[in-house]
């Protein structure tokens, strides 16, 4: 059996504290595995957008 992927551990962390980012969020988090160390655990998320770009931050 496989380990899992550092993505599928960051959605596991998502799903656990009943966060569902949206569509516009996708890009970022896939990037996630590459900015978090493996001990970063994700408490809050915060998603919103540029009004003046449509830009999606965390």
């Given at each position: 059996?496989?380990?899992?992927?550092?993505?599928?551990?960051i959605?596991?962390?998502?799903?656990?504290?009943?966060?569902?980012?949206?569509?516009?969020?996708?890009?970022e988090?896939?990037?996630?595995?590459?900015i978090?160390?493996?001990?970063?655990?994700?408490?809050?998320?915060?998603?919103?957008?540029?009004?003046?770009?449509?830009?999606?931050?965390?």
């Amino acid at each position: 059996m496989s380990e899992k992927s550092r993505l599928d551990e960051i959605r596991d962390e998502l799903k656990s504290l009943d966060i569902s980012p949206t569509i516009f969020a996708r890009k970022e988090i896939h990037e996630l595995p590459d900015i978090l160390s493996p001990e970063e655990k994700i408490v809050y998320l915060v998603e919103g957008r540029n009004k003046l770009n449509n830009h999606i931050s965390f």
